[in-house]
Nanobody, 127 residues
Framework: QLQLVESGGGLVQPGGSLRLSCAASGFTLDYYYIGWFRQAPGKEREEVSCISKSGGRTNYADSVKGRFTISRDNVKNTVYLQMNSLKPEDTAVYYC????????????????????WGQGTQVTVSS
């Protein structure tokens, strides 16, 4: 079965950093582009970032641009989200998702386009 497992979340003070990991199993990761999404309590799901199959193309939401960096290691079958200068408004459950594609060099930050989702990892930014 195709599976994505997020890890690396936790409690951090404003201005701190976390690195989230999304480990894939049951499929070859390089066939998929990957998105990171988040959902805060009482809020709609928000697109955060995405990365193309080889990692050459990335996109970011305006709210995280310049602070977050998405990357991938297809050998390790893992995608990362480095989060710096964290703010309280970054508090949410963070999900990774995968979409298989034959298209190279693109990614899409639309949740409905993704077929496979992890269970999420909680990130809390608070003093």
């Amino acid at each position: 079965q195709l599976q994505l497992v997020e890890s690396g979340g936790g409690l951090v003070q404003p201005g701190g950093s976390l690195r989230l990991s999304c480990a894939a199993s049951g499929f070859t990761l390089d066939y998929y582009y990957i998105g990171w999404f988040r959902q805060a309590p009482g809020k709609e799901r928000e697109e955060v970032s995405c990365i193309s199959k080889s990692g050459g193309r990335t996109n970011y939401a305006d709210s995280v641009k310049g602070r977050f960096t998405i990357s991938r290691d297809n050998v390790k079958n893992t995608v990362y989200l480095q989060m710096n200068s964290l703010k309280p408004e970054d508090t949410a459950v963070y999900y990774c998702a995968a979409r298989g594609s034959t298209v190279q060099g693109m990614c899409v930050m639309l949740g409905e386009w993704y077929h496979h989702w992890g269970q999420g990892t909680q990130v809390t930014v608070s003093s």
